[in-house]
């Protein structure tokens, strides 16, 4: 039986003679909490809108929810939720009013997670949204996406315009929504220490492609940083099975490289004649490294 919630296969999407995704593989298992990294203009936004069906993939395969994001059936629109980076609410309605009016539109409303978000996250019902800051009304998007209870959250910089204390109670309301329930968090963000938080799984994007996914975990594990020093003048053309960079003088060489294993250490060591000393990287510094 197929786990995945998101299945995505050879993904394209030109703008007129611009290619934007190409070639794009990835599939987001049930129950996982999936971060989406990548530079501005790599195509995050764009893979997040052919996802839930707002634009159409020039060719490949996607499946959400086993539906057809083109053509999703009014109960798949059901279970997803979502919040785009910045987010169009009705400017003169007040917090009560765009809260009941969502609601309206959905069969299943859980009104104590609303009533509790809205008391920790100190939202005031009656203000117009039209005058709240942008952190508050991007706090508003985000109880529209949970209210439901959808089997898929999928976010678009979700905490770009919170402020440091209201994003730690985003993901913490996010941890604690997974904890209570069977749902699936789909989300790109620029924020590497929010998502080394809270993400189980991590895609880097790069140019349009995936660079680097699967649990965070083992990708930290796989991607290392090395020192290499020897006596003898190093090589012009640095060949190592998944070389990500490198970086050298006459007799050292700083190397980052995925597929590490701790053999290759002492292969280094005892052909080179050298000393190898191993560095662990955080989740930004692989992306950096992955992104120059």
Known sequence: MDNSVIDIKSLRKNFREKEILRDLSLSVPKGSI?????????????????????????????????????????????????????DRLYPWLTVRQIIDYTASFYRRWNDRLIEKLIK???INLE?????????????????????HEPELLVFDEPVASLDPGARRQFLKTILEILSDRACTIFFSTHITSDLERIADRVAILKQGSIALSGE?????????????ITQKPMAADLKLEG?????????EAIVSLRGFKPELKAYIEKNWQAKVEIEDLNLEEIFLELSR
């Open 243 to 251: 070389l990500i960079n490198w970086e050298a003088t006459a007799k």
């Open 216 to 228: 965070l975990d083992t990708i930290k594990e796989e991607v290392k940083r090395l020192r290499i």
């Open 34 to 86: 999936y971060g989406l990294l990548g530079r501005n203009g790599e195509g995050k936004t764009t893979l997040i809108k052919c996802i839930l069906g707002l634009l159409k993939p020039s060719s490949g395969q996607l499946a959400v929810l086993s539906d057809d994001p083109w053509r999703f059936s009014e109960a798949t629109k059901e279970n997803l939720g979502y919040v785009p980076q910045s």
């Open 127 to 147: 203000d117009k949204v039209g005058l709240l800051s942008v952190g508050q009304a991007q706090k508003v998007s985000i109880l529209l996406s949970l209210g």
């Open 120 to 122: 920790e996250w100190e």
